[in-house]
């Protein structure tokens, strides 16, 4: 149980009794030796912390390294990423996902080629599209050494086991709660380091099922330690569970061209990708062979796909026939790029071009 008298014991012993600088150098002093070796780590480049920092905000730590290097080659300022086209853009940013994050870092370099310099306040960096409190913090201390706490999902978790508190971090009062403390922690003469310290705690030792208390650099200053309730925090409420719909896309191929459609540029979801068509594009299509299925998660709904390999239709609606030689030249969405693994998994991409 987390006990009220644990949650008042640790405030008064990290908070009011002159512990933070305790707290403050052990963190930083573990992170010093401890931290691991990742390429925008080796840059106080704000325009390459700000990249980074985009592409870590959906993509885990390993996934995201090799996208940052070929990201990083390709537009290493941001007016290299302003003066991009933007076929080529998402194509550095292809199998990332959630591609607004993309235009937003185009849509912001263009601002700073216009402005003439990489933004230098918290407020201006929180100003630019696409980021949020997180990312402005982030790139404020790391970039400018401003004074801004971070707060993400392994503070949270960091805090609410130092602090024992069982506030809910999902709720409002959990998020002011936690900034305010966060607020009080930070090293104030590195704030950069603190705050990359503080997530490094929580990614690689303050873990979410089986934190290595003997090892952390902060277990003498942790209340939840001392109670035995890290794995009770932190208390967040559960997220309501998605519908499940069902959906089915098209492989349609003819003459050594598949039928594909574009999105809009005005587009809410995806605009300027290539997508395979439904029955809203072409109506009802005749099936020559379902080849397989795949889920996947648009804003708050989960979709089982069907993948079905179809005869050319009467009518193409907003379709074009696009080369089977063109297609990895093209910004295709998740989906269809995921329907394209399931049909070259299947033979019938390569039984069809083989037949040419
Ligand atoms: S002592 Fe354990 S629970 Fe407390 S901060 Fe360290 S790893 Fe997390």
Redesign the pocket.
């Known amino acids: 149980m987390i006990g009220h008298f644990a949650a008042e014991r640790t405030a008064f012993v990290v908070i009011q009794q002159g512990l933070i600088p305790e707290f403050q150098a052990s963190l930083l002093t573990w992170y010093r030796s401890a931290k691991r070796d990742l390429p925008w780590r080796r840059s106080r480049d704000p325009y390459a912390i700000w990249v980074s920092e985009i592409m870590l905000q959906q993509t885990r730590v390993a996934a995201a390294i090799p996208y940052y290097k070929r990201f990083l080659a390709r537009f290493p300022d941001f007016a290299a990423l302003a003066a991009a086209p933007e076929s080529d853009l998402l194509s550095h940013w292809a199998g990332l996902g959630y591609y607004y994050r993309a235009r937003n870092l185009q849509k912001a370099a263009r601002l700073m080629v216009e402005t003439g310099d990489f933004p230098r306040s918290y407020a201006a960096i929180r100003s630019l599209p696409g980021v949020g409190e997180y990312t402005a913090a982030a790139v404020a201390s790391i970039g400018f050494n401003l004074p801004h706490a971070v707060l993400d999902g392994n503070v949270f978790?960091?805090i609410s086991?130092?602090m024992n508190d069982a506030t809910d971090i999902s709720s409002l009062t959990g998020k002011r709660r936690f900034a305010e403390i966060a607020g009080r922690l930070l090293n104030p003469h590195h704030p950069g380091e603190h705050n990359q310290a503080i997530m490094e705690?929580?990614a690689t030792?303050?873990?979410p099922r089986s934190?290595?208390?003997?090892?952390?650099?902060?277990?003498s200053?942790?209340?939840?330690?001392v109670a035995g309730s890290?794995a009770n925090?932190p208390v967040k409420r559960k997220t309501v569970r998605t519908l499940e719909a069902h959906r089915t896309v098209y492989w349609i191929e003819q003459q050594g061209q598949v039928l594909l459609w574009q999105r809009k540029a005005g587009s809410r979801l995806m605009p300027g990708f290539w997508e395979l068509p439904e029955t809203e594009q072409i109506g009802q299509a005749e099936a020559i062979a379902k080849l397989g299925s795949f889920r996947h998660g648009i804003t708050f709904h989960d979709y089982r796909f069907d993948v079905i390999h179809a005869a050319a239709p009467a009518g193409i609606g907003p379709c074009r026939w696009v080369g089977l030689s063109e297609l990895a030249k093209l910004p295709l969405s998740t989906v269809a790029r995921k329907a394209y693994s399931i049909v070259v998994k299947a033979g019938v991409f390569h039984a069809a071009a083989a037949a040419r």
């Open positions: 978790r960091v086991r130092v705690l929580g030792v303050c873990l934190p290595q208390c003997l090892a952390c650099p902060v277990n200053l942790c209340a939840a330690r890290q925090l």
